[in-house]
């Protein structure tokens, strides 16, 4: 991925976490995790992604290459289950945003699952 790329991925993943209202300390640690991995610093700055406009999450996802849509559908559920649970506006987003990439809403919820019952203390 290019760096524009990985700006707009970083800007999905921060619209996940902040759909909710609240960006818990977990999830601010994954983003900035994220941001390091992506080796992003001066290029991007927190404050971006819209948690409003599912419309504009799901259309920037589809705009992605088919071979990293997948891999940041991933990075989302990451995302989404950071603080040890998904809020219900974090999973419409989820739940649309698998929608636009033709993934069924059960494949999804069985992810979600599995990263919950991984990130769960002894899991």
């Known amino acids: 991925m290019d760096v524009a790329e990985r700006i707009k991925v ?72 950071a603080d040890g649970r998904v809020r219900p506006q974090e999973r419409a987003i989820l739940l649309a945003s698998a929608a636009a990439l033709g993934i069924e809403a059960d494949a999804l919820e069985e992810r979600i699952s599995l990263r919950l019952k991984s990130s769960a203390p002894g899991g």
Not at 13 to 31: K, M, N, P, Y
Not at 36 to 53: A, I, M, N, V
Not at 64 to 81: F, T
């Open 10 to 81: 970083i800007e999905l993943i921060q619209a996940v976490i902040a759909s909710d209202g609240v960006v818990a300390e977990e999830e601010r640690a994954f983003l900035r995790r994220i941001v390091e991995r992506f080796g992003l610093g001066t290029e991007y700055s927190e404050g971006h992604g819209d948690p409003s406009d599912a419309g504009r999450i799901t259309s920037t996802l589809r705009a992605l290459a088919p071979d990293v849509q997948a891999r940041v559908m991933a990075l989302l559920v990451d995302a989404a289950v």
